[in-house]
């Protein structure tokens, strides 16, 4: 048996394994450093030697059924050097927004009400729900644990690494750092301002974690929400190793609305800018403003709030339901509550009055209202009263090899601050069956899956791209 792959080892050279009695050939380079690699004879190895042809056929053949759990799998690749390999295996294919459906749902066994959801970029899930209790799902989406912590109900959430996770509550003071796998507390960060008596019991609103990407920065610090009982809020910054408090960023007083706490926060690491919206409900309609913020001098370096103020839309009454940043494309886009369009603005070119419209597709006829838009794998997904919207950016064409390649743009092309309109296109992801659930209430996503649950809902649903997409029939 042989596999390819990239671990220590040589290149090319085969080696023998006598796995528990049973030889197995495989390439020195996808194994394990810590195995012998240089004696002519076959390595023993005192392992289930079931357990290796069971590993060895599911990266052969990812879609074939797994003759042993996926964690139990996994275990097993680490020792062999082939998790990499496994993964790339049981993950699902690249997110695509026009193809993706609904392939499964998560439901703890207690208390399945989800209140905050945390994806990873290998596509595992920290899941916060019931009373302040989180539930560990692997990459194979495999149940691997669900333990109780201190507060009362979560709500927000990050992972940080494959074994922590920070998180907060509105009903408790504190940002917290637990270690999922051993189900334990590993440190708490509180904002305190002694020469200011209104900063105490903050409690966290959103958080803004290391960006989830294959080459993000370690070091790049955890953000976080802070607001105090008297409504004083800001911005604060967490070194992620040692989880000390380094920097205050956009304290405001919380008095108006345009100073309320931020309900979003996204790091731009590149441009050195923080990204906070905070938009709020009633029976007047939606009001609220994004702010960026330069993170090295925690100056504004723009804003806008709407209905009316500084960088105001040019859709007077029509306000924005909810706003995010993908950070790939350097682009801000916001759904309108009344009309329901997407709205697109450039972060390279922002001026008073930086957005684009783009109405909805045929089913858009729901508005806004309620809506959340989530950002990820640069699609934008928009969940309406009648279904789940995602919108694609069409300067992107797919060659036979099956990769994405950006197209030019010609003199011909119009432009309006950075962005051309015509190249976006939006699709329904979900049936009508689907949408009987209710109205999504949380939306995140993580590797090549998108993770949404629904309100008043049990579990959640898992949505991913299907490996038939693009079969052809021989029948």
């Not at 007083?253 to 938009?279: C, D, E, I, M, N």
């Amino acid at each position: 048996m042989r596999t390819g792959g990239g671990g220590g080892g040589r290149s090319g050279t085969v080696k023998q394994l006598n796995v528990g009695g049973k030889l197995f050939s495989l390439e020195a380079s996808s194994l394990s450093l810590s195995l012998s690699l240089d004696s002519p004879t076959p390595t023993f190895v005192d392992r289930d030697p079931a357990l290796l042809s069971a590993l060895l056929a599911a990266i052969r053949a990812p879609s074939s059924a797994l003759a042993f759990p996926a964690r139990v799998l996994l275990e097993e690749a680490h020792f062999y050097g082939l998790h990499a390999q496994l993964l790339a295996a049981l993950s699902p294919p690249p997110l695509r927004g026009f193809s993706v459906s609904l392939a499964s749902t998560l439901s703890p066994a207690s208390e399945p009400f989800p209140t905050a959801l945390a994806p990873h970029h290998d596509g595992s899930l920290c899941l916060a729900h019931g009373v302040g209790q989180l539930t560990y799902y692997s990459p194979a989406l495999d149940h691997l644990t669900t333990f109780r912590t201190h507060l009362h109900r979560i709500t927000s959430l990050r992972q940080l690494s494959s074994s922590l996770a920070v998180l907060g509550s509105v009903s408790a003071p504190g940002l917290h750092v637990y270690d999922f796998l051993d189900g334990r507390h590993v440190a708490s960060v509180q904002w305190l301002d002694p020469t200011d008596t209104r900063v105490s019991k903050a409690k966290v609103v959103a958080i803004a974690a290391r960006p989830a990407a294959d080459d993000a920065d370690e070091n790049s610090p955890i953000l976080a929400t802070f607001e105090c009982p008297h409504r004083e809020n800001c911005v604060l910054a967490v070194d992620p190793v040692t989880l000390k408090p380094t920097q205050e960023i956009g304290r405001q007083s919380g008095s108006a609305a345009k100073s309320s706490t931020p309900v979003r926060v996204v790091h731009l690491q590149k441009l050195g800018l923080v990204f906070a919206s905070s938009v709020s409900s009633g029976a007047f309609g939606y009001s609220g403003y994004m702010r960026l913020w330069d993170i090295r001098s925690g100056d504004v370096v723009w804003e806008t709030s709407e209905p009316g103020g500084a960088g105001r839309s040019s859709r007077f009454g029509d306000p924005f339901a909810d706003a995010d940043v993908d950070v790939k494309q350097q682009a801000i886009y916001k759904v309108c509550s009344k009309s329901g369009d997407l709205a697109v603005a450039d972060l390279r070119c922002l001026g008073n009055d930086p957005w684009v419209y783009m109405s909805s597709g045929p089913r858009g006829s729901g508005g806004g209202y309620g809506s959340v838009l989530h950002c990820h794998r640069s699609q934008v997904f928009v969940s309406r009263k009648d279904g789940l919207e995602v919108w694609s950016r069409l300067e992107e064409q797919r060659h036979d090899t099956g990769d994405m390649v950006e197209q030019s743009v010609t003199k011909e092309t119009p432009k309006s601050n950075g962005i051309d309109e015509r190249v976006y296109r939006s699709c329904y992801a979900d049936t009508e069956e689907d949408t009987k659930g209710g109205m999504i209430q949380m939306m995140e996503g993580g590797g090549d899956r998108l993770f949404v649950t629904r309100e008043e809902t049990q579990g959640v649903e898992v949505w991913e791209t299907s490996h038939l997409v693009g079969a052809i029939s021989l029948s």
